[in-house]
C-alpha cells in the first residue's frame, strides 16, 4: 500500500511564496509519475503540475507556469512544488498523487494514490 503525505501548507498574503512536500511510502517511487492537483471550495480538482520519474519532464496548468515549480528527490521519496508569486485564486486544498503508470501526464484518472491534502490560503 502506498501512503502519501503532504505537508508545507499555510495562510500566506498574495505575492508571497510557500513550498509543498510530499513524502511517499515504497521502495518504487522512482518508477512512477507524481502529480500535484487541487481543489478550490465549490470547484471542481484541477490538475497544477506533474513530473516525469526521472524528474526530467514537467508540465504544468497555464495558470501556475512561470510561478510554480515542481521537483522531485528519487533518494528520499519527495516530490515538492515551490509555489512564487501567490494569488488569492491559488486556495485551495493541495493533493499529491500517484500514476499508476510511468506516464507522464495532466489527467487526472491515472492517478491511483492520493494524499490527504494540505490547505493553502493566499490572502489579498
Known amino acids: 500500500q502506498v501512503q502519501l503525505v503532504e505537508s508545507g501548507g499555510g495562510l500566506v498574503q498574495a505575492g508571497g511564496s510557500l513550498r509543498l512536500s510530499c513524502a511517499a511510502s515504497g521502495r518504487t517511487f522512482s518508477s512512477y509519475g507524481m502529480g500535484w492537483f487541487r481543489q478550490a471550495p465549490g470547484k471542481e480538482r484541477e490538475s497544477v503540475a506533474v513530473i516525469s520519474r526521472s524528474g526530467l519532464t514537467t508540465y504544468y496548468a497555464d495558470s501556475v507556469k512561470g510561478r510554480f515549480t515542481i521537483s522531485r528527490d528519487n533518494a528520499k521519496n519527495t516530490v515538492n512544488l515551490q509555489m512564487n508569486f501567490l494569488k488569492p485564486e491559488d486556495t485551495a486544498v493541495y493533493y499529491c498523487?500517484?500514476?499508476?503508470?510511468?506516464?507522464?501526464?495532466?489527467?487526472?484518472?491515472?492517478?491511483?494514490?492520493w494524499g490527504q491534502g494540505t490547505q493553502v490560503t493566499v490572502s489579498s
Open positions: 498523487a500517484r500514476s499508476s503508470s510511468g506516464l507522464t501526464t495532466m489527467t487526472q484518472s491515472v492517478y491511483d494514490y
